[in-house]
């Protein structure tokens, strides 16, 4: 890992690299969560119910939990500069092609293609951003990648949605391939020239991966733990519009106030996984769960409620860090010629916790539980997710 990058002075181009991470993760954040500001938007607009408008982001998801492991697998041969890019190109044409549907078949299809560059991008940007820097800071260095999501977050959710709601959802996809080509051309200015490729694993080692029970129980709190999220984070704007009473001119000032505490705990989050990944993991866990239960009875006033969005928007993505550094950490111990695959793995984990809580949540909608129910089941799949993490602890003991 320590390797991958090759002559290059690294006070001199280890920041202006990950910064062109943080760039184009940005406009990848701001795709995949702008979705939710615009849920019922899309909804009116193309006469969908609200869960189904909801299954977009199922439909992200899915592309990424596919496009990551199989895609990353199939690209190893490729220099990783050259990848980075051309996935940029990709996730553009992406956003293009859902700014120009017709309608919610054609969306859906688009937002399956761009999900394919972002599962690539992230779980080769996770390994070369952690071969940046010293052991001792791989997690900072990956929570400053994934800080161009909790950007997104703070700013290009909340203005996504404005445009949105000014403008139409069209206008606010072409405002993210614009913001897409912005990191094409972060890439091209500020990747270096000289990353070298990981040695890539053989299809026999891949599939030894897919073996190893430590690496299959952190995926699984991977995907136990974004379930949680997203089981709640896609249905937050009619959440706030109809329980809390708040107007839908305000979501994006309540989106705001989520993002600034993502990005606080995302920050806080990779800080403490420096040392203790799993142990800080079990304890964001354990916690945000505890916001949860409490937001099902907060979530009916509206300065209790933003005071409890504000803790769980903190908790929420301080976990990132934490995930992804102890999958590298489980894969370089059991097979380090198959990193790259391992990471795509958890980024395809996130996603696939990302669809299945997206899709819960649709299904806890359209029952008689209703909107005032995914707080409280959300929680629960986040206190499966640290029990999840006592095994993993359990494993490394052996």
Known sequence: METAITSIPARMNMPAALWALTIS?????????????????????LRVSIPAAGLLVSFYAIGVAIGAPVLTALTSHIPRRRLLIGLMLLFVAGNTAAALSPGYLTLSIARVITGFAHGVFFATGATIAAALVTPDRRASAIALMFAGLTIAMVTGVPAGTIIGQHFGWRAT???????????????ILLLPHHIKNEAAASIREQVQVLRN?????????????????????T????????????????????????????????????????????????VMLVLQAAALFLFTFTVHYTIPAIITLFIIGGLSFATVPASQFFVVQTAERCAPATVNVASALNIASFNAGAATGAYAGGLIVASAWGLGATPWAGGLFLLLAAAATIWSAHLLKK
């Not at 979705?35 to 938007?41: A, D, K, N, Q, R």
Request: zero cysteines; a neutral charge; aromatic letters at 8%.
């Open 173 to 187: 996809f072409t405002a993210v391939a614009i913001l897409g080509m912005a990191g094409l051309l972060a890439n």
């Open 25 to 45: 993760a940005f406009g990848i954040g701001t795709t995949e969560f702008v979705i939710v500001g615009l849920l019922p938007t899309i909804a009116d607009d």
């Open 213 to 233: 029970q430590q690496l299959l129980v952190a995926l699984l709190t991977t995907i136990l733990n974004y379930s949680g999220v997203f089981l709640i984070f």
């Open 235 to 282: 249905y937050l704007a009619p959440l706030l519009t109809t329980l809390t009473g708040i107007a839908p001119a305000w979501v994006s000032a309540i989106l705001l106030i989520y993002g600034v505490a993502v990005a606080i705990g995302n920050i806080t989050g990779g800080m403490a996984a420096n040392r203790s990944p799993l142990t800080s993991l079990r």
